[in-house]
């Protein structure tokens, strides 16, 4: 298969140096096509790709050198034609992926509606049966539909309006306010990240909207602003830490139960517990720009003694985190290496290759301002030769 790959490029270069002038634009196609075929055929992953693009890139300097051509468009037109042809057919699949994940967006949107139209008959639908009793259960069947309602009130949309009503009535009583807060947007989050698996993007959707919506109430009562939110910013975080604890849990009782979780989700969850309290501060961050000043003082607080120390918020995540890769070992995944410890490999590799690129991208952008002054400057020898 190399073999092939290399007699290819070889002969292909050979014929455009017969028929025309070899371009940068030829020296990549010829080079893509061969390497493009050769990953076609190769079944050895990572380490055969490795030697395709090595074998590639050389008999293509190689080929140049003979033919007294080794021009630096065209070595990089080589570089540029083996990565092309490598990547190639994973791009393909990511394209179909893409438009795949692009359908199931609309289609999860569509069903989302259908869910919720669905949710408010079936509420409608168990109060109505109320009236067929007596007074005494009629009032049980309602207060058991509203405390099942209120399980839901995020996925009908009523979260913030909600939350507000409930934290005015909380100021108005003015009493143990910032305490009452916490517990109430406590529940409001807990509530609104059961729906669905626990991701960062739901955490900052809620915690943004229960934060902001707290601070709006306080705001428009003119009154316990601070106290409103440092119980909300409290409240959110006990929150999500109740919410990373019973996914924690799940995972551990899976393992006596004897019951299966899908590796994708766990893998997913991995991902998730390890951005949680980033995706915290990113949420508090947005809020603050929806604030006023003595609310925004209160987040910027939080957010500075959460980079401060060792938040709890680190350690819940941390803790969750260990438990789905323990669940991934215990299963005989292979994917318990590539979820933490090679995300890991993968950021120290990238650390290191930053200052090489960065000074590259430099040295470009310094080429092209070199590039745009020469340019300026025989534009005015022209002038004043004129």
């Known amino acids: 298969m190399l073999e092939t790959m290399k007699k290819k490029i070889s002969e292909d270069i050979k014929k455009i140096k017969e028929t025309g002038e070899i371009t940068a634009e030829k020296i990549k196609s010829v080079v893509e096509k061969a390497v493009f075929e050769a ?79 669905e949710l408010k008959d079936a509420f409608d639908g168990a109060k109505e049966a109320a009236s067929n009793f007596s007074e005494e259960t009629k009032d049980e069947i309602e207060d058991s539909v509203t405390h099942v309602k209120l399980k839901s009130i995020e996925i009908l949309g009523l979260l913030e309006e909600t939350l507000k009503h ?20 406590k529940e409001a989050t807990e509530n609104a990240l059961k729906t669905g698996q626990l991701s960062t993007q739901k955490i900052k959707e809620v915690t943004q909207a229960v934060v902001v919506a707290a601070a709006e109430a306080a705001q428009e009562a003119e009154k316990s602003v601070k106290e409103t ?13 109740n919410s990373i604890e019973e996914a924690k849990t799940k995972l551990s009782k899976s ?36 604030v006023e000043d003595s609310a925004k003082r209160v987040i910027k607080d939080t957010i500075v003694d959460l980079k401060k120390h060792t938040s709890q918020l680190k350690k819940t995540t941390s803790d969750a985190t260990e438990t789905a890769i323990n ?27 930053i200052e090489l690129l960065s000074e590259k ?26």
Do not use: C, P, R, W
């Open 39 to 117: 990953v076609q055929n190769t079944k050895d992953g990572a380490t055969q790709i490795n030697t395709i693009a090595k074998e590639a890139v050389t008999v293509t300097v190689e080929e140049l050198k003979n033919n007294g051509i080794e021009k630096k468009e065209l070595i990089e037109a080589a570089v540029n034609g083996t990565i092309d042809g490598i990547s190639k057919k994973s791009k393909k699949t990511i394209d179909e992926i893409d438009m795949e994940l692009l359908k199931i967006k609309y289609k999860l949107q569509e069903q989302k509606e259908s869910f919720v139209a």
């Open 166 to 185: 409930s934290v005015k009535a909380i100021i108005d009583e003015g009493k143990d306010i910032e305490a009452k807060v916490a517990h109430l947007t």
């Open 229 to 241: 939110t440092k119980g909300a910013v409290e409240g959110a975080k006990e929150g999500i830490l």
């Open 255 to 290: 393992k006596d139960d004897a019951e299966d979780f899908v590796e994708e989700n766990v893998k997913y969850a991995i991902e998730n517990f390890e951005a949680i309290e980033d995706a915290f501060i990113e949420a508090l961050s947005n809020a603050i720009n929806k």
């Open 327 to 353: 669940y991934l070992k215990e299963k005989g995944s292979q994917a318990a290496y590539s979820t933490k410890e090679k995300v890991l490999d993968i950021a120290e590799n990238t650390y290191s290759e």
């Open 361 to 386: 991208m430099i040295k470009v952008t310094k080429g092209a301002f070199s590039g745009m002054i020469n340019g300026a400057q025989k534009a005015m020898e022209k002038e004043d030769e004129k």
